[in-house]
């Protein structure tokens, strides 16, 4: 079974502050997307990037795609408080379930 | 601009009964997918469909069954259900960004519970 872990699992920091959240897995991806979540609501894709070693800046989030396609970084600067919500990472191969999500990271940011 | 669209969006359950949920998109996306969400598993696939009349089976489908009649809806159903089905669960259409990439948009969510 494919797993794509996600570390931190909970991360809660001030205003202003950097973070980094990782998503790690032992498979090859053919691309890998970043989604974030709030609650009541579903995931919303914020971010695809299909080639090793990618990087794609989204204003304050910058993305990036292990050399070898099996992990990726998203990394935020100065968090604002409506960056709060569930990071989720998702594999995409070409097997029979197409899409591995990650486990989530729950990120909080203060005011 | 819907999308996807889930009903219902709360339900309360007995051990044993049964229920379905519907999606429906108004995306013309040939891909669908069933999913749970539970704390600290992420999202797993229950069922998915490559097209109308065509499904297939995901990480965790026993305990439940789909349907693709039309490809605007897919339908999960649970014919029995059990506690351990108490989630939330999410249906997404798969379609292709102007990049090339796919990208899947989900609905807000069904929340089950199961007494």
């Known amino acids: 079974t494919q797993l794509l872990e996600q570390s931190p699992q909970f991360l809660s920091i001030q205003e202003g502050e950097n973070l980094t959240v990782y998503c790690n897995s032992s498979?090859?991806?053919?691309?890998l997307q970043w989604y974030r979540q709030e609650p009541g609501e579903g995931p919303v894709l914020l971010v695809t990037?299909?080639?090793?070693?990618e990087v794609k800046k989204l204003k304050r989030l910058t993305f990036q795609f292990g050399d070898a396609r099996k992990d990726s970084s998203l990394h935020i600067t100065a968090a604002q408080p409506g960056d709060t919500g569930l990071y989720l990472c998702?594999?995409?191969?070409?097997?029979?379930?197409?899409?591995?999500f990650g486990t989530g990271t729950r990120l909080k940011v203060l005011a | 601009n819907a999308g996807v669209t889930q009903t219902p969006k709360f339900r309360v359950l007995k051990t044993g009964q049964s229920m379905t949920l519907l999606c429906a998109q108004d995306?013309?996306?040939?891909?669908m997918y069933w999913y749970r969400q539970d704390p600290g598993m992420g999202l797993r696939l229950i069922h998915y469909?490559?097209?109308?009349?065509?499904?297939a089976k995901g990480e965790v489908p026993d305990g439940y069954n789909v349907s693709r009649l039309k490809k605007q809806n897919f339908l999960l159903g649970l014919e029995s259900a059990a506690p351990s089905q108490t989630s939330v669960y999410f249906c997404?259409?798969?379609?292709?960004?102007?990049?090339?990439?796919?990208?899947?948009?989900f609905g807000a969510g069904s929340r089950l519970t199961v007494l």
């Open positions: 998702a594999g995409a191969t070409s097997g029979t379930y197409k899409y591995i």
């Open positions: 498979s090859v991806f053919s691309s």
């Open positions: 990037v299909v080639t090793g070693g």
């Open positions: 995306m013309n996306h040939e891909y």
């Open positions: 469909s490559v097209g109308e009349g065509t499904t």
């Open positions: 997404a259409a798969e379609g292709t960004l102007d990049s090339g990439a796919n990208v899947l948009t």
